[in-house]
């Protein structure tokens, strides 16, 4: 008898405000599915507007899915969630998004969004979270990415930036799932 592997987890940052017809929640759903397609778990915030997206994506193909909510928004995670993880604040939730997430995937977003970026890409260039892949959906954040980097890349230093870029671009949810599998077949 084979020994299955544990499915990965992929932990999803975006917007809450996009709707059903506007072309960002489209496209998350769309990462949602390509996800579950390559056998992974989606985990989002689990509210509304690209963490339904992802989630709905998901669910559709045949996935699993969880959300990491918080009493703090007073809000339930959106019906395309399998499994609600609730803890208290926003800052509890952060972490625990981090935590639960073998790869991240950060879409169009605000400064929520920004937050969960920048707070794993420090992990990565600390070396906290090493090897687990953060990208980008799309160029909403190369503006962002690249101020930032020149920066990181203006002066020696040992940190991850510095040595290796720590983010990848990808050009759509199917490129997204596919650098997801890549990495993961390497290890």
């Known amino acids: 008898m084979t020994k299955r592997a544990a499915a990965r987890v992929v932990t999803v940052f975006g917007s809450s405000r996009p709707h059903e017809d506007d ?9 949602g599915a390509a996800l579950a397609a ?29 959300a990491v909510t918080a009493e ?11 499994e609600e993880i609730r803890v208290k604040t926003w800052q509890d939730r952060l972490f625990e998004l981090i ?11 605000g400064t929520g969004t920004l937050v969960e970026l920048a707070v794993v890409w420090e992990m990565r260039n600390k070396r906290v979270i090493n090897k687990k892949p953060l990208i ?12 930032v ?3 990181e890349t203006a002066h020696h230093s040992a940190w991850g930036e510095a040595a290796e870029r720590l983010i990848e671009t990808a050009s759509s949810p199917a490129a997204a799932a596919e650098i997801l599998s890549m990495h993961f077949a390497i290890q």
């Not at 935590?99 to 977003?109: D, I, K, L, M, N």
């Not at 980008?136 to 101020?147: A, D, K, T």
Request: net charge positive; aromatic share 12%.
């Open 38 to 66: 390559k056998g992974f778990i989606a985990c989002t915030g689990g509210y509304g507007g690209l963490m339904e997206a992802v989630s709905r994506g998901a669910k559709e193909a045949g996935g699993r899915t969880l």
């Open 23 to 31: 072309s960002v929640y489209v496209e998350a759903r769309a990462l």
């Open 72 to 82: 703090f928004f007073s809000t339930k995670a959106n019906r395309w969630v399998d």
């Open 136 to 147: 980008v959906l799309g160029e909403f954040w190369q503006p962002v990415i690249e101020r």
């Open 149 to 151: 980097r020149e920066v």
């Open 99 to 109: 935590r639960r997430g073998h790869g991240y995937v950060a879409c169009t977003g």
